[in-house]
């Protein structure tokens, strides 16, 4: 099987309802889920968490970098928040 975004979350992990927090019900928090070859999604059981762990971390850091994350601090001067408009 492999392991892919979970479609329902995102890859967070998390949702937020109402106010409410909470861990996604088909990845179980994990942001990844195991798809199999018929294409159906599968929660990645917590057995499985040690021999998919580097895995894990890899699609993490692709996610965060597809976000913009490179894994850098931005000096105060160059954050937008605190540029004056």
Do not use: N
Not at 4 to 13: N, P, Q
Not at 31 to 36: A, E, K, L, N, T
Not at 38 to 51: F, L, N, Q
């Amino acid at each position: 099987m492999q392991i892919v975004r979970c479609v329902s979350c995102e890859g967070y992990g998390w949702f937020e309802e109402d106010g409410q927090t909470g861990d996604c019900d088909w990845c179980g928090g994990v942001g990844y889920v195991y798809r199999d070859e018929r294409s159906v999604d599968h929660k990645i059981p917590a057995a499985d968490y040690g021999a998919v762990a580097d895995t894990l971390e890899k699609l993490e850091i692709q996610r965060l970098r597809d976000m913009g994350y490179t894994g850098q601090a931005k000096k105060p001067w160059d954050q937008a928040i605190r540029r004056k408009s």
